[in-house]
């Protein structure tokens, strides 16, 4: 159980140009998701807290109208990457919480999605 | 300020030795705390979840949590080769509504055949 879905794995596109990524929560039911990046060798950096139906909430210094999020169902979020430009290039990866599971808190990770802007 | 601070490594130990990682927390009311292992170029796992203070036993792994000294640990016992990767502690801060973790910036652990 607790499978979250990343689509697509990978993705290369030309600067200017808008990435949409998926994150399913395939088994369970996810009020909310979160955003990360991960840039070589460095540590996860939260980007945002999705909850369904409502508007993201962005950490600072992350661009809300650059990095759109949608949460429009309970096991579905998307990320859209607007305008990326070669420094967007990172590997992206969403988390979601289930809120109904056995233990509190658990986040369960997506697979990530490797994001290159030429 | 919700710091999580990790021995920062790297940590080489031999096939069939036991490894040790350690966390440190600011919040004295952090609630949750997780162990996440990525291996390079994956993403998170989780591998072991506590809430109170004490071991908590999953095959090979053992959490430990003591929380009047703001520690976390993960014991890896009889450790083998496939066990090397990046090991994040995670935990939640107090009130926190949405589950929101807070990352260390991982321990790098090899185990050598």
């Known amino acids: 159980g607790a499978v979250v879905s990343q689509h697509p794995s990978w993705v290369i596109c030309k600067s200017g140009t808008s990435v949409k990524i998926e994150c399913r929560s395939l088994?369970?039911?996810?009020?909310?998701m979160f955003w990360y990046r991960q840039f070589p060798k460095q540590s996860l950096m939260l980007m945002a807290t999705?909850?369904?139906?409502?508007?993201?909430?962005?950490e600072q210094g992350v661009e809300k109208d650059k990095f759109l999020i949608n949460h429009a169902s309970l096991t579905l979020s998307t990320l859209t990457v607007t305008s990326a430009h070669p420094e967007d290039s990172s590997f992206y990866i969403c988390?979601?919480?289930?809120?109904?599971?056995?233990?509190?808190?658990?986040?369960?990770f997506g697979p990530g999605t490797r994001l290159t802007v030429l | 300020q919700k710091e999580v601070e990790q021995n920062s490594g790297p940590l080489s130990v031999p096939e069939g030795a036991i490894a040790s990682l350690n966390c440190t927390y600011s919040?004295?009311?952090?609630?949750?705390f997780f162990w996440y292992r990525q291996y390079s170029g994956k993403s998170p796992e989780l591998i072991m979840s506590?809430?109170?203070?004490g071991d908590k036993e999953d095959g090979r792994f053992t959490a430990q949590l003591n929380k009047a000294s703001q520690y976390v640990s993960l014991l890896i016992r009889d450790s083998q080769p496939s066990d090397s990767a990046t090991y994040l502690c995670?935990?939640?801060?107090?009130?926190?509504?949405?589950?929101?973790?807070?990352f260390g910036r991982g321990t790098q652990l090899t185990v050598w055949p």
């Open positions: 988390s979601a919480r289930d809120a109904g599971g056995r233990e509190p808190n658990e986040q369960f």
């Open positions: 999705s909850n369904e139906g409502s508007k993201a909430t962005y």
């Open positions: 088994d369970f039911q996810a009020t909310t």
């Open positions: 506590i809430y109170s203070n």
């Open positions: 919040d004295r009311g952090s609630q949750s």
């Open positions: 995670a935990v939640t801060p107090r009130g926190s509504t949405l589950g929101r973790l807070y």
